[in-house]
T-cell receptor, first 114, second 111 residues
Framework: NAGVTQTPKFQVLKTGQSMTLQCAQD?????MSWYRQDPGMGLRLIHY???????DQGEVPNGYNVSRSTTEDFPLRLLSAAPSQTSVYFC?????????????FGAGTRLSVL | GEDVEQSLFLSVREGDSSVINCTYT??????LYWYKQEPGAGLQLLTY?????DMKQDQRLTVLLNKKDKHLSLRIADTQTGDSAIYFC???????????FGGGTRLMVKP
């Protein structure tokens, strides 16, 4: 089982460049979310989606866009990368009907913005 | 607001018990979680506890919850070198909402 798949695993960008981080899950989960991980700060929620066509902002949404056209995919777009966006990005998914809120994480994308 | 805090670092000897502590502020949390992150990998759920429980045991793992003090702990018995990782405490304030994570505790196990 693939679970949650993130691509690419590593990326280096120059300031001002744009790119899309891909996330796909094959578990038919309704909920998907994006987090960024910075040293000593845990994971902070960027954007999330509770189903196809529905997205909402998390704790740190500025500089990022998302869309959810299908249940399986939840891409994260950086329109104009900044050094402050250097981080490790994790995508997660979970079933929408489950009260326990157990999330399944991808392996992460390590992004450096120069 | 929601805030989850953990100490940054813990070092133990192989075979000893490890206790990782966490405090949280949202009294409406319904579930609390412990995730493990090994180097270069994503987060893996270790265990969780429902807010109406005081303790949960799962093999070498024991979770203790003190709702009055909003304190959560994870005890790992007979700690092994393979337990070296970062451990994150997380809370789910309401059923169906996203998780709020602590900053993570790096556990180092010395042979």
């Amino acid at each position: 089982n693939a679970g949650v798949t993130q691509t690419p695993k590593f990326q280096v960008l120059k300031t001002g460049q744009s790119m899309t981080l891909q996330c796909a899950q094959d578990m038919n989960h309704e909920y998907m979310s994006w987090y960024r991980q910075d040293p000593g700060m845990g994971l902070r929620l960027i954007h999330y989606s509770v189903g196809a066509g529905i997205t909402d902002q998390g704790e740190v949404p500025n500089g990022y866009n998302v869309s959810r056209s299908t249940t399986e995919d939840f891409p994260l777009r950086l329109l104009s990368a900044a050094p402050s966006q250097t981080s490790v990005y994790f995508c997660a998914s979970r079933p929408g009907t489950e009260l326990k809120n157990i999330q399944y994480f991808g392996a992460g994308t390590r992004l450096s913005v120069l | 607001g929601e805030d989850v805090e953990q100490s940054l670092f813990l070092s133990v000897r192989e075979g000893d018990s490890s206790v990782i502590n966490c405090t949280y502020t949202d009294s409406s949390s319904t579930y609390l979680y412990w995730y493990k992150q090994e180097p270069g990998a994503g987060l893996q759920l270790l265990t969780y506890i429902f807010s109406n429980m005081d303790m949960k045991q799962d093999q070498r793992l024991t979770v203790l919850l003190n709702k009055k003090d909003k304190h959560l702990s994870l005890r790992i018995a007979d700690t092994q070198t393979g337990d070296s990782a970062i451990y994150f405490c997380a809370e789910s304030p309401k059923a169906g909402n996203m998780l709020t994570f602590g900053g993570g505790t790096r556990l180092m196990v010395k042979p």
